[in-house]
């Protein structure tokens, strides 16, 4: 930097630290275990704020990764992996399953290439949940007992199974 003045190699100095945070913030995302998972449409929503505010540090036996996307959420280097966020989904004849209070509608993913993880999204909520277990996850029952406490303040609009005596 020969003939630069003090404020000049200061300047350069600055720039150059600058890049290398922002490479390493690059680097970070990059290999972050949700990389390449949307972002829902409504994930700036306030309920999904809320929900991400209780968030466990410890769900099915794993730790919660971090994640710097909005509405977004996984435990287990990317076993389970939460999306809030989705417009709610219509209604529909796919599997549903009610756990304490809250309806979970079966996805069947054709976009996932592995084909070894179980998709569902809540229903009758909005915005929507979506939540994705890996078959690897040993207790996917407590997973999703856990998710339904923790996505429970979100009201309730619809119930895709009709309670008996209906």
Known sequence: MRGWSRRGRAAAGVAAAGLAAGAGLVAYELSSPVFGLAQGPLAKDPACARIADRYPDRLGGAGRDPVTFEGLAVWGHGAVRLRCGLTPPAPTTDACVSVDGVDWVWREQTGDRTGDRKYLVTYGR????????????????????????????????????ASSGD
């Open 126 to 161: 909005s915005p929507a949940v979506e939540v994705s277990i890996a078959d690897s996850v040993t207790r996917p029952d407590a997973v999703l007992l856990d998710l339904s406490h923790l996505v429970a303040p979100i009201r309730a609009g619809a119930r895709c199974l």
